[in-house]
């Protein structure tokens, strides 16, 4: 028998596999795939070219995890994505979003010199609440009943009326937060993707102001909210966890599927594999998704069945889709094909605020966005482990395709040629040489994520902190004795965070030395 089971071996799974081997417990974690990394992986999909076919670049990995597991020891290598961003308009206008705050406020100069000014007051708002984010995020959230004193939290950290005004984000809409700062609708656009990535709203949807916060306060290799590539793509990331995990004591299997979580007398005894083979384990821990968690994986548990109505009306309903694949000429948005500063940016194609919401609004009307808004990215461009020289291998992030497993993989065709199209309005030379569309039901299929929704569930209000996953299990205990939670779909969320496995970890320590399973 081991101490503890983990089932999937996506970075959570890692983080929570490391941390309880460090604390001296026996851990196996079983990964169905023949890689671990659930959606932080690298796949060479054709010779010599390496894509991150989920996760695509890096920055709210938390630095306390980094240190403390060794990350950079053991491989883990990020390059500073600098600029950040760059947009092209349809007017023939482009905009930079740089690390350096005063080289983005000459940028920002040439569409308002009263942006440029409140750009720095944007970062500066951001960037206090950068500080606390450990404090956000390596904590369980509060219990609902001590909601009410949210503010206490921010007591001898910030002043009440910043700490009110961050914790409107929560239920506010990331139009009307960018509209409180900027006129000009080049920068809303540039700041506005942060807001809806992976999530089935528009900038003008409650809520979305707390996807942007998500988002922001990251860093890479000590740059506030930056981002960054991976060395040899996200499984960078991944590998570098499993490295750890295996240092530490931790037992790694893949192409090890589990079928089922084996419960008696309404307490985990350990879980059965697709071969048939049972593993005896005190604590089993799920990285996957809730609904795959109790409908799949505890299909033969007896559950209450107001818990079972909860988890499935839970929103989990995927919206992005993945194009990757590579080139033989970088994109040319008229400054030339030669490696420039736009082709280590992520390449955003969303020209204004409306862009964004009619993209939204075809989703909800034909099941996918006849304009899609679109995040391109070209790795090769500072990593040259993932492609030779002449090839560039790139990521394309796009919004919105709904999860439908009638429809998807019919529309793959289509959501290529809508994609390309729109990218050859701003660089007429972009044709991809290979490539591969990821849709939602891709997403599913190949990371088994249900619905394929790449945070696990939707990061809206009712959905997040006390209430992810539900209310009264937000702590990452479930129902059954012995059966903890640590993926995205549990605080803080989704993203390359780390802080679900990390929080779980926590939790399962604290349920040991209480002697809960002697």
């Known amino acids: 028998m081991i101490d503890v089971a983990v089932i999937g071996g996506g970075h959570n799974g890692l983080v929570t596999a490391a941390y309880l081997a460090k604390a001296g417990l026996k851990v196996a974690v079983f990964e169905r795939r023949e890689i671990v990394g659930g959606a932080s992986v690298t796949e060479e999909l054709w010779p010599s070219i390496k894509v991150s076919t989920g996760a695509y670049v890096l920055s709210l990995l938390r630095p306390k995890i980094i240190e403390e597991l060794k990350l950079r020891e053991f491989g883990l290598k990020v390059y500073l994505k600098d600029p950040g961003l760059f947009l092209p308009f349809e007017n023939g206008k482009k905009l930079y979003i740089w690390s350096s705050l005063e080289k983005t406020k000459k940028e920002i100069e040439k569409f308002s010199k009263n942006d440029a000014r409140s750009y720095e007051k944007w970062v500066k708002f951001w960037d206090v609440f950068a500080e606390m984010a450990d404090f956000f995020m390596l904590n369980p959230p509060p219990h609902i009943d001590e909601a009410k004193n949210l503010l206490d939290m921010f007591k001898g950290n910030v002043n009440e009326e910043l700490a009110l005004s961050f914790l409107r984000t929560?239920?506010?809409?990331?139009?009307?937060?960018?509209?409180?700062?900027?006129?000009?609708?080049?920068?809303?656009?540039?700041?506005?993707?942060?807001?809806?990535?992976?999530?089935?709203?528009?900038?003008?949807?409650?809520?979305?102001?707390?996807?942007?916060?998500?988002?922001?306060?990251?860093?890479?290799?000590?740059?506030?909210?930056?981002?960054?590539?991976?060395?040899?793509?996200?499984?960078?990331?991944?590998?570098?966890?499993?490295?750890?995990?295996e240092h530490l004591g931790v037992e790694i299997y893949t192409n090890a599927e589990v079928d089922e979580i084996l419960v008696k007398n309404g307490k985990v005894e350990g879980i059965k594999l697709k071969s048939g083979k049972i593993i005896n384990a005190k604590i089993v821990v799920s990285n996957a998704d809730p609904k795959t968690t109790f409908f799949k994986l505890l299909r033969n548990a007896e559950l209450e069945e107001d818990f079972i109505r909860r988890v499935r009306s839970l929103k989990n309903i995927g919206i992005s889709f993945k194009i990757v694949g590579y080139l033989e000429e970088l994109p040319d948005f008229g400054n030339g094909k030669s490696l420039l500063p736009e082709h280590v940016a992520s390449e955003l194609i969303m020209p204004n605020m409306k862009y964004i919401e009619k993209a939204y609004d075809d989703a909800r009307t034909l099941g996918y966005s006849r304009e899609p808004w679109l995040s391109i990215n070209i790795q090769s461009s500072v990593d040259p482990t993932v492609a030779p020289q002449g090839k560039f291998s790139f990521s394309i992030f796009g919004q919105y395709l709904v999860y439908n497993i009638k429809k998807n993989d019919e529309m793959k065709d289509k959501i290529a040629e809508i994609t390309f199209e729109k990218i050859r309005e701003f660089a007429p030379n972009f044709k991809p040489i290979k490539y591969e569309v990821l849709t939602p039901l891709?997403?599913?299929?190949?990371?088994?994520?249900?619905?394929?929704?790449?945070?696990?569930?939707?990061?809206?209000?009712?959905?997040?902190?006390?209430?992810?996953?539900?209310?009264?299990?937000?702590?990452?205990?479930?129902?059954?004795?012995?059966?903890?939670?640590?993926?995205?779909?549990?605080?803080?969320?989704?993203?390359?965070?780390?802080?679900p496995g990390y929080n779980a970890h926590v939790k399962i320590l604290e349920d040991l030395r209480k002697g809960i399973y002697k």
């Open 170 to 245: 929560f239920i506010q809409d990331a139009k009307s937060l960018l509209d409180e700062y900027f006129e000009t609708d080049e920068v809303k656009s540039a700041l506005a993707e942060d807001s809806v990535v992976g999530t089935f709203a528009s900038p003008s949807t409650p809520g979305t102001a707390y996807v942007l916060a998500h988002h922001v306060i990251g860093e890479v290799n000590g740059v506030k909210g930056a981002w960054g590539y991976v060395e040899g793509g996200m499984g960078g990331v991944t590998q570098a966890l499993k490295r750890s995990a």
């Open 442 to 499: 891709d997403i599913e299929r190949r990371f088994g994520i249900n619905g394929g929704n790449i945070f696990h569930l939707d990061m809206t209000p009712d959905q997040l902190y006390f209430f992810r996953p539900l209310i009264g299990y937000s702590d990452y205990k479930t129902p059954i004795k012995g059966l903890y939670l640590c993926g995205s779909g549990t605080h803080p969320g989704g993203g390359v965070t780390g802080a």
